[in-house]
């Protein structure tokens, strides 16, 4: 019998594509992968397009195209006040992912250990082990989410090499503040550890919040990869640019294992996300407006028929913690159960934690057009009448 890569030969099919392909076989209502139901802002779609028809179609530079490396540097300094050299510590990759897989196989060494927060994105653990490296997790629970001392105490040693964090946090739809953001630092100073910051959902924070990156707070800034997304940024999920920042000894390992990876991104691509990283800020903040107007529908649909909904402060997603309604059933089988018998499909948040999971919450997404929105939350009312 032939041997395979025991890493990824037991995995199972992903959550995301179980619960699309049952959505998908019940003709029901997606909300569960997080992607938008419309074709994303038009004029950044027409600059592509123009990117292909009038532009260069060939390999671009492996570090990405200069426009773009340099939007991204002039995007963060005026958003952040981050100040990175686009020629040093800027590398365009395909997709916020690979920018992830080359930070961890860049940094992670065998018998190295990783800190990761469950619930935790499902790409990190496989990569992690494929390194070599060791997770350590951490386990956080609603409604807050919130890391403390004594966690993070209990799982950095002496062995801790990195550490893995999402922020904002998918799926609990947490907005990590500057007390929070500090705490770690103190502890990747402490036992000498290198922070990866997946850092997508940047720009869809919600009620006046905003995203702190790590790599700006005091300490962090050589010891920080910072990772973004085109395809959250501008609702186009399926670009797959992503960006990574950070010092130059940092990068250009990463760089290195860029180049084994996808090499480069599609340069019409990159094209238009350096357009759209340059639009005023009155975009992104009617981008947030919009989502905002959407989750606060979704949420009060969903507490109108009865669903406890916990705050979502930013990403495309809200959760709701079925506990209080004392049903005799876990997040998976609920999930399973309106999707076939209600043709909603939502995601089991338990799928984002390998040991000792919270059983009790389901994530909505709510990037989604207001009939979608609407027609969902008819039928979820069914759901809760027939409890």
């Known amino acids: 019998m032939l041997s395979m890569n025991k890493v990824f030969a037991g995995l199972p099919v992903t959550i995301f594509e179980t619960m699309s392909q049952l959505a998908r076989d019940n003709d029901a209502i997606n909300l569960g992968q997080g992607f938008p139901d419309d074709p994303g802002p038009e004029d950044i779609r027409r600059v592509a397009a123009d990117a292909v028809l009038d532009g260069y179609n060939q390999y671009p530079s492996m570090m ?38 080359s930070a961890i196989l860049a940094i992670v060494e065998p018998g190295d250990e990783v800190i990761v927060f469950q619930p935790v994105y499902d790409s990190y653990l496989p990569i992690i082990r494929q390194a070599g490296g060791v997770p350590r997790l951490v386990r ?48 990747c ?90 639009k005023p800020d009155e975009y992104f903040f009617e981008m947030r407006h919009d989502l905002t107007r959407r989750r606060d529908r979704l949420t009060r649909g969903l507490e109108d028929i009865g669903f406890p909904v916990l705050p979502s402060q930013g990403t495309y997603f809200l959760t709701v913690d079925l506990a209080p309604l004392g049903l005799d059933e876990t997040d998976q089988a609920f999930c399973r159960r309106i999707v076939t018998d209600h043709k909603v499909a939502a995601i089991p948040v338990s799928a984002f934690y390998e040991q ?32």
């Open 140 to 187: 956080l629970e609603p409604p807050h989410w919130r890391m403390t001392e004594d966690a993070l105490r209990g799982a950095f040693t002496r062995k801790t090499k990195a550490v893995l964090f999402n922020n904002p946090l998918n799926p609990a739809a947490v907005v990590y503040g500057r007390d929070d953001l500090e705490l770690l630092a103190r502890f």
């Open 64 to 101: 990405g195209i200069p426009e773009l490396r340099q939007a991204i540097a002039a995007h963060y300094r005026h958003w952040h006040g981050l100040a990175v050299d686009p020629a040093t510590e800027v590398m365009v990759t395909s997709g916020g992912t690979e920018a992830l897989t």
């Open 189 to 278: 100073q402490e036992f000498d550890a290198v922070a990866i910051c997946d850092e997508v959902w940047e720009h869809v924070v919600f009620d006046g919040r905003e995203h702190i990156p790590l790599l700006s707070i005091p300490g962090m800034r050589d010891r920080t990869i910072k990772i973004g997304s085109a395809g959250k940024i501008f609702s186009l999920t399926g670009w797959k640019v992503g960006f990574v920042c950070a010092a130059p000894p940092l990068r250009r390992v990463i760089a290195k294992v860029h180049q084994f990876l996808t090499f480069t991104t599609p340069p019409n691509l990159q094209v238009a996300v350096a357009y759209g990283l340059a």
């Open 356 to 387: 000792d999971a919270v059983t009790s919450v389901v994530r909505f997404c709510f990037a989604k057009k207001d009939a979608t929105l609407d027609s969902a939350l008819e039928r979820l009312s069914d759901a809760v009448h027939a409890l």
